[in-house]
Each structure stands twice: as structure tokens, then as C-alpha cells.
């Protein structure tokens, strides 16, 4: 039950291509950019879909994976743990940000599609 304290599933499409980096210490950091869409109908039997963005932090020889294999539209299901982060922008003002660390990936969809 431990791996429950700070557990997230999300499947979705990628908004962007990965954004990677290679770091001084040689470790590689990626950068995706994850939509998730849920739909349900209004009170006049409208389909109404919204759309959540979520950031996605990816380390190691995953990043290395998600270099290779995701794209900008690839479906994906990701599994990872909220990290919650400050910093000081350059107005001087305190942000706050929320951002799912991956520890794995499944590519979804056909391969004609990826």
C-alpha cells in the first residue's frame, strides 16, 4: 500500500515533442507535456469534452526511452508521483508549480498512428 501514498495514472495524448536535455552530471532530463480529456454531457444532452494539461518530468533511462519512442499526438499512459516545486520569478513573486515525475510509460495506439 505504500506506493499508494503519491501514486498518478493519466492517459493522454502529447502536446508537444519531448524537450530534452542533457545535464553536466551526464544524467538526461525530458520534458513532456501531457493532455488528458474528459467528456460528459451538459444538461441539454451536449457532449462537452475539457481538456487537463499536465507537465511531466522524465529521468534516466526513461527520458532516454521517451526520446526515442514519443512524439507530438503520441497516446500514452503514464504512471508517476506529484512533485510539488517553488521558485522566484523575475518579478520577485513566489510560484508555485505541480508536476508528475514518470517512473513508466506504455505507448498506446497503432503504429500507424505513432
Request: glycine share 8%.
Amino acid at each position: 500500500m505504500n506506493n499508494l501514498k503519491n501514486s498518478v495514472r493519466l492517459i493522454g495524448h502529447l502536446g508537444q515533442n519531448p524537450d530534452v536535455k542533457n545535464l553536466n552530471s551526464g544524467k538526461k532530463l525530458t520534458r513532456l507535456s501531457l493532455a488528458v480529456n474528459e467528456s460528459y454531457r451538459n444538461e441539454n444532452g451536449e457532449r462537452i469534452t475539457e481538456t487537463q494539461w499536465h507537465n511531466i518530468t522524465v529521468w534516466g533511462k526513461q527520458a532516454e526511452l521517451a526520446e526515442k519512442l514519443l512524439k507530438k499526438g503520441s497516446e500514452v499512459a503514464i504512471e508517476g508521483k506529484l512533485s510539488n516545486n517553488s521558485y522566484i520569478d523575475k518579478d520577485g513573486i513566489k510560484r508555485y508549480t505541480t508536476n508528475i515525475v514518470l517512473s513508466e510509460f506504455v505507448l498506446l495506439g497503432s503504429k500507424k498512428q505513432n
